[in-house]
């Protein structure tokens, strides 16, 4: 995967390079990932099950406060599901073009989103018990290092294919991948520390995840700065 | 968070704001919002369960007839989200770009969508055992009152990073804002209310509720009103 | 609700209707219900319940035979939902903005079309069962007629707002609302006549909806044919 | 079905063409299908049951290294539908404009892309028993080869209500017309065989479902290249 030098004022569109289907704009596979990044993010509800009716009236609040649980895997689930969709949406505006392998990559990413309700699930319903803490950090940390991973995936994909907008400063689009390796590095040095001290590496993963908090740098043009999606 | 004063024939993009990421139009935004609420609004639909196939048929009627609750549920629900998608897509004519504390507010404020169509069923399903209802309104009520306040955030943070189209008349923006507030605060009176008169307290916040069936006023601008989405 | 005049020259967007909120074009309108649709259509696969894998092995190509109703339910839902989305997609051609109550109206509408895999589950799950079979009938068919109903309404109130495209033909949309108007009614009639008859009422149901695989009418422009959606 | 002629300077528009409704771009039909294929995707994460809390803490490591079958029928449904999706994706770039029956023939396909999760869970979770393997597989196949079947319909009927982008070579379509047949029918020997050696059939379904990471061939245009969604 070698990167292409880009003309930044060639058109989006280039059906000279051969093998890689139809180039298209990122709107549509920006689409679909809004997609999967929404059902995702809203799937988790269904899994809060509702207190029976059979039950005791009078219990209800009761009832209600020990799903405490399950309040905070959907709370952590959306987090990081949120996350991840800023992070995708901030991209969305440095890749101008798909093709086949960087779809190919988008899914793979896609279906990290998609899983990671359920980890964020067994940690959080299986916290309160001591004795399943350290299985429960271990899978949740493995799998927010997978789901890093296939984001590098996507992204050096997308980069090393010609897909990012070749008007922004190519100083800019190095230091974006330089930072994603670093943070991939560190998630994998979490999924290695969590086997030895768990709280140690839950703790390091927890704070890759705030880094997401951070705003990205601002992109810098070559060229005067593109309108991005119609905006009037 | 100052109010940034915009050239209203500025164009949109202002890659000159540091620290925002990439500032994009509010398409991508409004399609991510779209699928959270659609997925929220439908999703209800499999807690309502069939009747067993294997009770006596004769009697299929009458079980379907025993899921007033369930209907009820479902029902509330629609509202609830479908009024908060109708003001959510007028307010996506008032918005014109979006930044990293927009959508990241707006990810806590589709958080509480996603999870609204839950305390619906508490309050539908429990409301016919009288010793469950107080715990249920007092559930449904702080329930749309966290709504409410994230909805408030949303909005306070879109329009304090200067994301509100800067063509609309200043007034304008700052009317829908009083609004908002005065809702949010009443919201609150709500949630307080309801510990001390359950029944009071349900009233005022569906009352609230029934304030979002109001058309909004309509957007003055300062220069020509402006096309929205491509209408040809 | 009088039916304004419009002047087929003017722009899309009309502020100076007051009391509407914003006037938008129908994109994301159109994006919300397409939302609503496609996860009506997909949800109902997750009712079809895997059979056990601690049943002998041997029996599971049985087993997977049994559960022709849970097939049929499956299909009979994607076939209702899929015509209705065939005709929306037809009148999302027709309308041009979209504005307060024409949303409020919408969201109705879609609240149904969410609704219609319980009673399809219904039916198709029960129909085996003799006894169970009027019930089912009654059910399904009154579901379809609140389901036509609905888009009735919907199709009215933005008529009546004023949110069809002004270049159409009137007698264009007279007649569509005419043909409307007489398969909403029609459907009254099998919702009555379900009762007396049961399969005579599911029979007229069922005309009802295959009239729906027949192509609508192609609009009649009084100007040249406008490009719907940039199509390059 | 005649293939029309068109004229590749012709607007994509073409409302003389009676008895199709109204023919429109292809961006909603995708949304829609985008919808479909984003919640086919992400729905099977719900069938992953969590591990009861009231077991044995210590054990949750080893409860969640047998959910090994469940991933599996995870990562096979989001590869099959991944891949779909890519082809899809790359078609949207093929097609110009839709029309009645196109849609009606991708709704049919729709309908096989959200189901065909539930054969992956079939073929992945009866997997691990020898008594299970042939029924498992005979499913499996065949929904493969009906899936495989809806998308040769989709295409054949797009390609034959003159839908095809007409400024692409002719020969190019022709070779994609020619390929799926090929594919379509050799789905249909798998499917055949798979009832006489089951291995066999899987595993030329399997290299089938393979053929689909390959990128397809890059499209010839007769004219320049257009642009595909505003790519700025």
Redesign the interface.
């Known amino acids: 995967m070698t990167e292409r030098i880009n003309d930044p004022n060639a ?3 280039r ?1 000279e ?16 990932a ?15 099950v ?2 029976s ?1 059979d039950s ?3 219990l ?2 009761a009832e ?1 406060g020990e799903l405490v ?1 399950e309040y905070a895997g ?2 952590l689930a ?1 987090t990081v599901i ?2 991840y ?2 992070q995708h ?2 991209s ?3 890749f ?6 960087f ?2 990559a988008t ?2 990413f ?2 990290a989103i ?2 990671i ?2 980890p964020a ?2 940690l959080a ?2 916290f ?9 950090a ?2 949740w940390v493995i799998s927010l290092t997978l789901l890093s991973l296939t984001w590098l995936l996507k992204w050096s994909v997308g980069v090393s294919h010609g897909h990012i907008d070749a008007r922004l400063e190519r100083d800019y689009a190095e230091r974006l991948t330089r930072n994603f390796r670093i943070v991939a590095a560190l998630n994998v040095v979490a999924a290695v520390l969590v086997f030895f001290h768990w709280q140690a590496g839950l703790a390091l993963s927890g704070l890759l995840m705030a880094w997401l ?1 951070l ?7 070559i060229t005067e ?8």
């Open positions: 058109p989006a569109r059906d390079i051969e093998g890689e289907g139809a180039i298209r704009g990122t709107a549509r596979m920006e689409a679909f809004d997609g999967v990044f929404a059902i995702a993010f809203t799937l988790p509800i269904v899994e809060i509702l207190p009716t005791d009236g009078a209800l609040g209600l649980p959907y709370i959306s949120g996350l969709w800023v949406h901030f969305g505006a440095i101008r073009t798909t093709g086949h392998w779809v190919i899914v793979a896609l279906a998609g899983f309700a359920f699930r067994v319903e299986h309160a018990d001591v004795a399943a803490r350290p299985a429960a271990h899978y908090l705003p990205p740098e601002t992109p810098r043009y700065a593109p309108v991005i999606e119609g905006e009037g």
